[in-house]
């Protein structure tokens, strides 16, 4: 609800199919570095409570007291260029080509900060 009574110009709309690709997307790469953070955590690394300054992915440490980074050492690849959840530029693309249009508007707009979260 708006503090200024202008409830016209907020009208919800279910993700749009590229959308909900980023959000699956993005659900998979987090189920993943889960998983192998447990499995870093079974073998003696610690959780530590700082974040990488590169991905933001919460930093392990292992016994010879050094950082590591699950995300950035083993998922992050040259590949991530042309994938959804990690570039807003491959999002754009592969949804102007399952929508065929050049401009998606209103949309579009919204979408940008969303895939901008994403990469940082």
């Given at each position: ?20 690709k ?10 993943k ?11 003696g ?17 292992d ?45 579009e ?12």
């Amino acid at each position: 609800m708006a503090l200024n009574g202008d409830d016209e110009d907020f009208e919800w709309e279910p993700p749009t199919e590229a959308e909900m690709k980023v959000i699956q997307a993005r659900r998979e790469r987090q189920d993943k570095i889960s998983k192998l953070m447990g499995d870093y955590l079974l073998k003696g690394y610690k959780m530590l409570g700082e974040c990488c300054d590169v991905c933001g992915t919460i930093l392990l440490q292992d016994r010879q007291q050094k950082n590591y980074c699950v995300s950035c050492q083993e998922l992050d690849s040259d590949i991530d260029k042309d994938n959804p959840a990690l570039n807003a530029q491959a999002a754009l693309s592969q949804r102007h080509r399952q929508s065929g249009s050049k401009s998606t508007g209103k949309r579009e707009g919204e979408l940008m900060p969303m895939l901008q979260q994403l990469q940082a």
